[in-house]
């Protein structure tokens, strides 16, 4: 016989009892589970003031449970449970009854108004999706009959908002009106003078559960001043009327909106259950988290979630999300257990701690270290994301982007309203078509060219780079090689020209017993070679640029010696010869200078030699349309390296390929078909090409086309108009979009 296993209340507990419920017992046909709430959706608790407070639209904080356990081992049923017997585990709703052998109540919690007189009936409590829908309504209400009423008292009663409680919900609920004021009073012409808020606290001091007095006065002293809003503490409201309410100590409050969150408790509902009760009605539970009844477990009935009140070693178990979601993680295993006949598990209290949002812009967070401001703000959004991501995969991270980021209106966001700005597509059609045209023209062209029958790509890809295929050298890595062999030469030259200083020493002696005249005139000759030593000892340094230095001085030598005085030549007689013998040592020195420089010239051709020149280069440089210039970046080894010894083997299939692609891009686009993924292609093919050397500045605007037309170009006067949706439907249809949640829970047509 099947056993049967039904969760009460599609809360935070009900939809964590259910997903791990549905881990354990997927494959066992043996055990079905139903899940029973009034709504048909999940609501997102923790985000009502968002909602309240005219941020985000309702969409935003409710997450259809039969998406959320769609393809899976859980049966939805929406009813309001009226009647229960527990000794015949049976729950009886408005439509049907629920018999069950196993049972996790995870009925949540109600305000709790401490018998204020007038509180219940005259406040507006913010416990629900309801209670978020029917506050947004009531505030736009009051800005509107300010508008219209002239009377100054009544204006002040309709534009003063008080929010009683100064826990987590009442602080953001106060932030949010804080923000409201301003589109609201712009809306309906008021003056935000004219707007009072107030955030009423009974005991000293806000947010009793963050241990930092840092964070709290940076939202009482910083956050609330900047937004307007008056902080009471130690002001408990004792009587709540129907436009006032009258705090403790005497002072009335002239009011048409009190917004109550002082306090929960248990569901009215738990009062009849025969349980044993703690605090705030709450249903008492051992460390499996199953009901007691005079101190002992009763039956299998499981309590999860804020109506379980637990307390061990760490404490009081709190009224949290993250507690709701342990004990609910703890009542479903040992369900398991029970059923499998294994071991129970034991709760364990482990939270990370607590985030509190002021307004849409600022937040403040606990969480191992204490934190404020924008950053905090963007660790909530994660937090959210996070949770989200895990109820309902992609589809609603999706939806919460879109209402948090994408779809919000006023600028109400931590990133303001840069992400929200729209323009009509029909402006992106002209960019789309040339764009598409451009696309097509590269591929037509390079059909003419040959690319569908000879290789191409691979040689003008070496080309550019410089590299030489046969011997594996790049252009760029010989000339460093050469630069390192000058010194050696210029060293092998020095060794050359040495003889030269010993032929000169002497015939410096013969000049010196010369004739004054033949002395004087020798002096330019001295000079020369003084400027042969320099250029000597200078070799080293600039033997890197060929030689050309010690040649170009070897001529000036000789210019000189030409052009020396006539009377030296006559007066040289007794030294003629020996200078005549050193200058020929001096020549022969000099010839192998020379041949020195010769040798590394033709080292240099041969690099040149070394990169063959490609006829596919002319469709580089001549390439259509023109005003193509250097690369935008050289090709980087790795992808000579995959052009190579990947891409060369199979160079015609894959130029064949990348044609048609750009010929695919092209058609599609002009079409407007597949826009966002033929973009997305557009995109990465732009960037390959630039990879490859191949691409100049004009291939730039490529890219950045891509990214214009990215998102929705192909909905205005383009096929994507009927066929994007049309495509949504089907695949959101299939069982494996269901179940992996990979698909928008939106539709632009609709």
């Known amino acids: 016989m099947k056993k049967k296993i039904l969760i009460v209340g599609g809360s935070y507990a009900g939809v964590k009892a259910g997903k791990t419920l549905h881990k354990l017992f997927k494959n066992n046909d043996d055990v079905e589970i139903t899940l029973v709430d009034k709504n048909p959706f999940h609501t997102l608790m923790t985000e009502l003031h968002e909602v309240a407070g005219h941020r985000t639209h309702e969409n935003s904080i409710r997450i259809d449970l039969r998406k959320i356990f769609r393809n899976r081992k859980i049966k939805i049923e929406t009813d309001e449970i009226t009647s229960w017997d527990f000794d015949s585990k049976v729950m009886t709703g408005t439509h049907a009854a629920y018999d069950y052998d196993y049972l996790i109540l995870a009925v949540g919690n109600e305000s709790n108004y401490f018998g204020v007189p007038g509180a219940e009936e005259n406040s507006h409590p913010l416990w629900a999706f309801e209670d978020a829908i029917n506050l947004r309504e009531h505030i736009e209400d009051m800005f509107m009959l300010a508008q219209a009423s002239p009377n100054k008292e009544e204006r002040m009663k309709l534009l003063t908002f008080a929010v009683c409680g100064g826990g987590f919900t009442g602080v953001e609920m106060v932030g949010e009106l804080g923000e409201a004021k301003d589109h609201l009073s712009k809306k309906y012409g008021i003056d935000k003078s004219e707007v009072t808020i107030y955030n009423i606290e009974a005991m000293g001091r806000i947010l009793n559960m963050l241990d930092s007095d840092k964070l709290v006065n940076t939202i009482e002293n910083k956050y609330y001043k900047k937004l307007g809003i008056t902080l009471l503490k130690n002001a408990a409201i004792t009587r709540v009327d129907?436009?006032?309410?009258?705090?403790?100590?005497?002072?009335?409050?002239?009011?048409?909106?009190?917004?109550?969150?002082?306090?929960?408790?248990?569901?009215?509902?738990?009062?009849?259950?025969?349980?044993?009760?703690?605090?705030?009605?709450?249903?008492?539970?051992?460390?499996?988290?199953?009901?007691?009844?005079?101190?002992?477990?009763?039956?299998?009935?499981?309590?999860?979630?804020?109506?379980?009140?637990?307390?061990?070693?760490?404490?009081l178990m709190p009224q949290i999300v993250e507690a709701?979601?342990?004990?609910?993680?703890?009542?479903?295993?040992?369900?398991?257990?029970?059923?499998?006949?294994?071991?129970?598990?034991?709760?364990?209290?482990?939270?990370?701690?607590?985030?509190?949002?002021?307004?849409?812009?600022?937040?403040?967070?606990?969480?191992?270290?204490?934190?404020?401001?924008?950053?905090?703000?963007?660790?909530?959004?994660?937090?959210n994301i996070y949770y989200q991501f895990l109820v309902a995969g992609v589809m609603q991270v999706t939806n919460y982007l879109k209402h948090e980021i994408f779809d919000i209106k006023h600028k109400r966001s931590f990133v303001g309203g840069h992400f929200s700005k729209r323009s009509p597509n029909f402006w992106q059609v002209p960019l789309r078509i040339w764009l598409g045209f451009m696309w097509l023209a590269e591929g037509a062209l390079k059909i003419n060219e040959g690319w569908m029958d000879s290789p191409k790509v691979v040689n003008t890809v070496n080309y550019l780079a410089g590299y030489n295929k046969e011997t594996g050298v790049y252009a760029r890595d010989i000339v460093p090689e050469v630069t390192e062999v000058a010194p050696e030469a210029a060293a092998q030259v020095a060794d050359a020209i040495a003889p030269v200083a010993e032929v000169i020493a002497p015939a410096a002696d013969?000049?010196?017993?010369?004739?004054?005249?033949?002395?004087?005139?020798?002096?330019?000759?001295?000079?020369?070679?003084?400027?042969?030593?320099?250029?000597?000892?200078?070799a080293s340094a600039e033997w890197a640029d060929g030689g050309e230095a010690v040649i170009e001085v070897v001529e000036q030598a000789a210019d000189a010696v030409s052009a020396a005085s006539p009377e030296w030549v006559e007066g040289a007689v007794e030294g003629a010869d020996q200078i005549v013998e050193g200058a020929g040592q001096v020549i022969e020195s000099a010839d192998q200078i020379v041949e020195g420089a010769g040798q590394i010239i033709e080292s240099a051709e041969a690099v040149v030699s070394a990169v063959p020149f490609s006829s596919v280069f002319e469709w580089v440089s001549n390439h259509k349309p023109s005003g193509y210039g250097d690369a935008l970046i050289g090709a980087p080894k790795f992808v000579v390296w995959i052009m190579n010894r990947l891409v060369s083997p199979i160079e015609v299939p894959v130029q064949i390929m990348m044609v048609v692609m750009e010929i695919i891009i092209g058609l599609c686009f002009m079409?407007?078909?597949?826009?966002?993924?033929?973009?997305?292609?557009?995109?990465?093919?732009?960037?390959?090409?630039?990879?490859?050397?191949?691409?100049?500045?004009?291939?730039?605007?490529?890219?950045?086309?891509?990214?214009?037309?990215?998102?929705?170009?192909?909905?205005?006067?383009?096929?994507?108009?009927?066929?994007?949706?049309?495509?949504?439907?089907?695949?959101?249809?299939?069982?494996?979009?269901?179940?992996?949640?990979?698909?928008?829970?939106h539709f632009d047509d609709e």
Request: one cysteine or more; hydrophobic letters at 45%; aromatic letters at 14%.
């Open 510 to 538: 013969g000049v010196t017993a010369a004739s004054p005249e033949w002395v004087e005139g020798v002096d330019p000759v001295a000079e020369v070679i003084g400027e042969v030593t320099d250029a000597v000892s200078a």
């Open 242 to 315: 129907k436009e006032s309410f009258t705090l403790k100590d005497g002072t009335v409050i002239p009011s048409h909106t009190l917004i109550w969150t002082a306090g929960i408790m248990c569901v009215e509902d738990t009062k009849d259950y025969s349980f044993d009760k703690g605090r705030g009605a709450r249903v008492s539970v051992n460390e499996h988290m199953q009901a007691l009844q005079d101190g002992k477990p009763f039956g299998s009935v499981y309590i999860a979630g804020d109506c379980a009140f637990y307390e061990d070693g760490d404490g």
């Open 671 to 745: 079409a407007g078909l597949f826009t966002f993924p033929m973009a997305l292609i557009s995109i990465v093919m732009t960037v390959a090409i630039t990879f490859t050397g191949m691409a100049d500045i004009t291939m730039a605007w490529y890219f950045f086309g891509g990214f214009a037309i990215l998102m929705g170009a192909g909905r205005t006067f383009g096929l994507d108009y009927y066929v994007i949706p049309w495509l949504k439907r089907l695949w959101t249809g299939t069982k494996f979009a269901g179940k992996s949640y990979l698909y928008f829970d």
């Open 324 to 383: 709701a979601e342990q004990s609910a993680h703890t009542a479903a295993l040992n369900i398991g257990a029970e059923i499998n006949g294994t071991k129970m598990h034991t709760h364990k209290q482990n939270y990370h701690g607590f985030m509190v949002s002021i307004g849409s812009r600022r937040a403040v967070a606990s969480i191992g270290f204490n934190t404020s401001g924008w950053f905090a703000m963007f660790v909530k959004h994660f937090v």
